[in-house]
């Protein structure tokens, strides 16, 4: 048993104008009942889930509602990326139909963001839209997916390009489950940790920096404020752009590289997390290319991107002009322009119009560091 002191509950709300939620962060949440069913005041409750998480916390949630009165069905998915289809969006369809499942009924999303993003838009087109909760269970979803309300599955075309933004009723983040994450999952969200720091935020880039080791390691402590900071700058960028039209954009570093990445593979191999922090450093070697920002700064991202144990160079076999071809039909672009989250160097970031082909082909062709090159 760890002698780590348990961390304190953090709460945090996003404001809307005159809508706002809580996101609850801390240890044994999901063991609050209380809690859970009050997060659903319908009569009927659709838990969605995946075979990873499944067996470790549904029965604990659906006793939570199922206690409370509702009407409870669930839906357990395979795992992984490429489970994020309409033919699974459509699964959940079908179950809230055979639930009877009205408009006051509740869509509860127990998992990562794969979970919350189908649960998410399923809970958008029933009925026009019913509420959902995200119990996000690892640490990219608490830091980056479950909060914003962007909801969408993929296409084989490319991610995300199905879907609509409808915002969760609550985000409830219970850092237990952090316990069973594995290893590769847990660095996969400390690339979105970083992020906040690297586009917006410089003394938290350098917190993440001093922290990497503890951070790696479960430090609960560090954990916990590491998702309470990283869940601040999203809700403030939030409350300020709630459909991405300018500010919340910047929330897209590395994500157009990284989306194209991961569409390249099939969505089979880098996870997000893993394909964003290729994409960061990416986006900060065309920057110091483009005379935007000090090449040392793109370095010092991929340094402390591999001390967090995630990659900072594209995987072998991916062609500079398939990743480009993705790269066109990213959502930021605007009349066939190519329009990408750059930087002026750490906590700098901003949103490049017009970026030229050429030097975004030039940067997918190489490798290494940027210095003598």
């Known amino acids: 048993m760890s002698s780590l002191p ?9 404001e809307l104008g005159p809508r706002r939620y809580p996101i ?7 063991g609050d009942r209380a809690l859970l069913a009050a997060q659903a005041p319908g009569r009927h409750v659709l838990i969605v889930s995946d075979a990873n998480v499944a067996p470790h916390y549904l029965a604990r949630v659906e006793a939570a509602f199922t206690e409370a009165g509702k009407q409870v069905a669930s839906v357990v ?18 179950a809230l139909a055979r639930l009877g499942a009205s408009r006051d009924a509740s869509l509860v999303a127990l998992g990562g963001g794969v979970v919350g993003d189908l649960a998410g838009f399923a809970a958008a087109c029933w009925m026009r839209g019913v509420r959902f909760v995200q119990l996000p269970t690892t640490l990219l979803a608490m830091v980056d997916s479950s909060v914003g309300g962007k909801t969408a599955v993929d296409l084989p075309e490319g991610k995300n390009l199905v879907g609509a933004f409808h915002q969760p009723s609550a985000v409830i983040a219970d850092t237990d489950t952090l316990a069973t994450l ?26 993440v920096e001093a922290k990497a080791a503890a951070l790696r390691a479960r430090d609960p402590a560090a954990l916990a404020e590491a998702i309470a900071r990283s869940c601040a700058h999203k809700a403030a960028i939030v409350a300020r752009d709630e459909t991405e039209t300018g500010e919340r954009m910047l929330l897209n570093l590395g994500h157009t590289f990284g989306h194209a990445i991961e569409a390249e593979q099939g969505f089979g191999g880098l996870v997000h997390g893993e394909a964003v922090a290729v994409g960061m450093v990416l986006a900060a070697r065309l920057s110091a290319r483009r005379g935007h920002a000090p090449d040392a700064d793109a370095e010092r991202l991929a340094a402390v991107l591999q001390a967090l144990g995630l990659p900072t160079a594209l995987p072998p076999g991916l062609a500079p002009e398939a990743l480009l071809a993705r790269m066109r039909l990213d959502k930021k672009n605007l009349s066939g322009r190519l329009r990408l989250i750059l930087w002026r160097g750490i906590g700098q970031a901003f949103v490049a119009e017009d970026v030229e082909e050429a030097a975004v082909l030039r940067v997918l062709s190489e490798q290494g560091p940027l210095a003598g090159a």
């Open 6 to 14: 348990r961390p304190a509950l953090h709460r945090l709300e996003v």
């Open 24 to 30: 609850h962060i801390g240890p044994g949440l999901l």
């Open 77 to 94: 998915l395979p795992p992984g990326e490429q489970e994020k289809t309409l033919a699974r969006f459509g699964e959940l369809l079908s």
């Open 182 to 207: 594995p290893e590769r999952e847990l660095c996969a969200g400390l690339a979105e940790v970083l992020k906040y720091g690297a586009l917006g935020d410089a003394a938290f880039f350098a917190w």
